[in-house]
């Protein structure tokens, strides 16, 4: 097999904040402002593109958390600015990097939605990413007048009539519709107009889409839930998924489970790209790379490692037992982040960790893989888990930016390349390009026998 024809893996770099570190803000050599300058973002997607990562991804939720002013205030916010905005800003000093926003099916109508992603796709020449959220905190709720945050099942089942509505209206024309004929004043094809007639148990949406069909005929949908509900949602409609996993035997049951699941909705295996998050900490030496880690481990403040891990578990107010003592068993399970509840008392519970324990083990990367070691090793654990049926490639969680995402674009993604892993150039303009994922055929298109599915990288 050549290098050019072998199965290569996909790389995010997942921008948040200071960087992912719960501690990064006060590394004595991060600034804590920056990523509320744009002239900073601009640099990091730069980066990224420089080193060509398939895509910059930005997480989000629409409210300010609920915790004491005085915790909060120890910590760096890290959802400062509209992802949607930013991304739309990021597209204009860009070429080719993809761009995934985050953005909730539960609080934003569908037509927002629909209209902000497919201008985003247009100002970007085809590059755009939704990452869809259903969001999971209470305080999130009650900023949007509800006294308590919908049931996860609930939300799940919202989320899956959203993407059909959604949909729907990028569907509004197809692709070819507009012809801008002068002579004959027609500026579109009427026959090729489709507006939408949707009426649904949560959304009633009659009309059709001012913008033009998405260059991608969907932007590409990404979605990082790993419940049984998300990955029921995800086999249904993403095609690239985010998932926190701490071992590669545990990434390798997800990976199966999820990928058996796409038969049932019409999908192969192609069709959907799953990458977990890994927090890496570089270093040309391990002593170097340790020496980085510890130094970010002993910045944490308690009560802010307390607060992640309560929130994580819907809201559960830690701060009542002994920090040093044993992570409590049987804690009641929310309506939040139930995969992510599930992922943190797996592990404090077999690995037998008190509340300081799991937190320092969890601070990395909220709950995504940690590495330490040298660009070799490191790219040894990637290498093994890509091919091994773990991970389609991998969304790098940076413990501090610059320097963390500086350090693996610069030294690993090189010893990557060299191993025929990862791209050395770009060698499409799209974001479906980038992952060898199929642009979608109208459906007008598909009843008249007609395909624009290309055959997808394996």
Known sequence: MTQTSKRQLHLGAFLFGAGHHLAAWRHPDVDPAGHTQFQTLQAYARLAEKAKFDVIFFADNVGLSDAPADVLAKSALPHVFDPMLVQSALAAVTQHIGLVATVSTTYLPPYHLARKFATLDHLSGGRSAWNLVTSG????????????????????????????VVKGLWDTWEDDAFVRDKASSQFFDPDKLHRLHHQGAKFSVQGGLQTPRPPQGYPVLVQAGSSNDGQDLAAATAEVVFTAQQSVEDARAFYTSLKSRLPAWGRTEHDLKIMPGVSPFVGRTQAEAQEKFEQLQDLIDPAIGVGLISAFLGGVDLSAYPIDGPFPANLPVGEGWK????????????????????????????????????????????????????????????????????????????????????????????????????????????????????????
């Open 137 to 164: 905190t209470e305080f999130e709720a009650k900023g949007f007048g509800l006294p308590h945050q919908l049931e996860h099942a609930e939300r799940y089942k919202i989320a899956h009539e959203y993407v059909k």
């Open 339 to 458: 995969s992510r509840h599930e992922l943190f008392n797996k592990i404090a519970q077999r690995d037998k960790l008190s509340i300081r324990d799991l937190y320092k083990r969890v601070a990395t990367g909220r709950g995504h893989w940690t590495l330490v070691g040298t660009p070799e090793s490191i790219a040894d654990e990637l290498e093994h888990w890509f091919t091994t049926g773990a991970a389609d490639g991998f969304n790098i969680l940076s413990p501090t930016f610059p320097h963390g995402l500086k350090d693996f674009a610069e030294l690993v993604i090189p010893e990557l390349q060299r191993r025929g892993l990862f791209r050395t150039e770009y060698t499409g303009r799209t974001l479906r390009e980038h992952l060898g994922l199929a642009r979608p055929a109208h459906p007008a298109q598909v009843r008249q026998g007609a395909s624009e599915r290309v055959v997808p990288t394996p």
